[in-house]
């Protein structure tokens, strides 16, 4: 839930610089077979997961497929009860850092959503 609240830490300025570059890769021979990277938070991060896990065996794809990642709250899941974890504001604990929504933004994905 709420993937575009997460955050990577490090320089913006070198995130967005990676980022771009991938997504931006494009094969000479035969543009369709490059590695697509998707602008859109929720489809970023299950890409950005996918590069933790091992997703060519068998125990990977199958931790792959079970992964469900969401833009804000999915409506199966609005009417439960929420489980508050405390923990530090990231500000704090970082110096440097960006949110998935802002890399979105600044790699060119516009929300469709109103008000976001």
Do not use: C
Request: aromatic share 8%; hydrophobic share 30%.
């Amino acid at each position: 839930m709420n993937s575009e609240k997460a955050i990577i830490s490090g320089s913006k300025k070198v995130i967005l610089e990676k980022y771009k570059t991938r997504v931006n890769l494009k094969e000479k021979a035969n543009p369709e077979h490059s590695p697509y990277w998707s602008r859109r938070p929720d489809f970023l991060v299950k890409r950005i997961i996918r590069g933790m896990l091992p997703y060519r065996k068998p125990s990977g794809k199958a931790a792959y497929r079970r992964l469900r990642v969401y833009i804000g709250m999915p409506q199966e899941l609005s009417k439960s009860k929420l489980v508050e974890i405390e923990s530090k504001d990231p500000r704090t604990m970082y110096v440097n850092y960006i949110t998935i929504e802002e890399l979105s933004r600044l790699l060119g994905y516009e929300s469709k959503i109103v008000g976001r």
